[in-house]
């Protein structure tokens, strides 16, 4: 497949908000899992969609932001 699901942060409650707080962060956009449905609530998708090194920095944004720690 080329989306990768992950599971938010146990402190954060809601997957819309952990996505627009990653954006304003590391820049990296996802899509919230709730807008797939019930059981999407909780995680967020990222399309792998983008050549690998541009997929690589976005891995870099997210954990040099600091939003998973």
């Given amino acids: 497949t080329m989306f990768a ?3 938010i942060p146990e402190r ?6 952990f ?3 990653l954006l304003e962060k590391s ?4 899509t ?3 807008s797939f449905g019930e059981l999407g609530k909780g ?3 990222f399309a792998l ?3 690998v ?10 954990k040099e932001s600091g939003i998973l720690s």
């Avoid at 090194?53 to 997210?62: H, P």
């Fill in 12 to 17: 954060y409650k809601d997957d819309v908000a």
């Fill in 49 to 51: 969609t983008m050549p």
């Fill in 32 to 34: 919230p899992g709730s």
């Fill in 5 to 7: 699901w992950a599971k």
């Fill in 53 to 62: 090194e541009m997929i690589q920095e976005a891995v870099k944004a997210i």
């Fill in 19 to 21: 996505v627009m707080e």
């Fill in 27 to 30: 820049g990296v956009l996802c």
């Fill in 43 to 45: 995680h967020v998708r």
